[in-house]
T-cell receptor
Framework: GEEVAQTPKHLVRGEGQKAKLYCAPI?????VFWYQQVLKNEFKFLIS????????ETGMPKERFSAKCLPNSPCSLEIQATKLEDSAVYFC?????????????FGEGSWLTVV | AQKITQTQPGMFVQEKEAVTLDCTYD???????LFWYKQPSSGEMIFLIY??????QNATEGRYSLNFQKARKSANLVISASQLGDSAMYFC???????????FGKGTKLTVNP
């Protein structure tokens, strides 16, 4: 597709429940990124993929967060046993190449509310 | 480590005037890219403009221009002829050569007054 597609747009989970978010990158883009934005403030980098391989996972809270990008499937970000502080907008983004000059395009975000 | 600093939490500008949003960065890498994104109240992230570290000229895209001062490590966004629809959060970001993630500043909230 011509845009990064994220689903669902909104998700409400009780504390301790699992949350799973999906992202279809722009067709032909080999890099996928996940970011977390709390209260429309700072963007926290979570993880990036080069095709189906993890490229950089330095931002991932590994205890409860996991992510995958499998061939011919949307990428996913899963949070096990959600906590109140996981409430945020989760952005997926994609980029065509691994050069500093290529623009990273963002999806519209998935708003997760943990109650 | 990369660090992006946006010193203006909020800025106000009158409609039709120009405004400059500040951004400084800290990197020792010779190759990097600098980006500005707009985030309106609806929440989406809109790419505005890009400047490469080796670019000789300042980037321009319509009413947006980037005042790139490499020695000062600054990449200020200039919006000319402000419009009410320019009211939004603006994020400066850097993408280091060899590392693909964007590192963001904390953002500047721009309000355009009629």
């Amino acid at each position: 597709g011509e845009e990064v597609a994220q689903t669902p747009k909104h998700l409400v989970r009780g504390e301790g429940q699992k949350a799973k978010l999906y992202c279809a990158p722009i067709k032909g883009h080999s890099y996928v990124f996940w970011y977390q934005q709390v209260l429309k403030n700072e963007f926290k980098f979570l993880i990036s993929f080069q095709n189906e391989n993890v490229f950089d996972e330095t931002g991932m809270p590994k205890e409860r967060f996991s992510a995958k990008c499998l061939p011919n499937s949307p990428c996913s970000l899963e949070i096990q046993a959600t906590k109140l502080e996981d409430s945020a907008v989760y952005f997926c983004a994609s980029s065509p190449e691994s050069k500093s000059g290529n623009t990273i395009y963002f999806g519209e975000g998935s708003w997760l509310t943990v109650v | 480590a990369q660090k992006i600093t946006q010193t203006q939490p909020g800025m106000f500008v009158q409609e039709k005037e120009a405004v400059t949003l500040d951004c400084t960065y800290d990197t020792s890498d010779p190759s990097y890219g600098l980006f500005w994104y707009k985030q309106p109240s609806s929440g989406e992230m809109i790419f505005l403009i890009y400047q490469g570290s080796y670019d000789q000229q300042n980037a321009t895209e319509g009413r947006y221009s980037l005042n790139f001062q490499k020695a000062r490590k600054s990449a200020n966004l200039v919006i000319s002829a402000s419009q009410l629809g320019d009211s939004a959060m603006y994020f400066c970001a850097q993408r280091r050569g060899g590392s693909e993630k964007l590192v963001f500043g904390k953002g500047t909230k721009l309000t355009v007054n009629p």
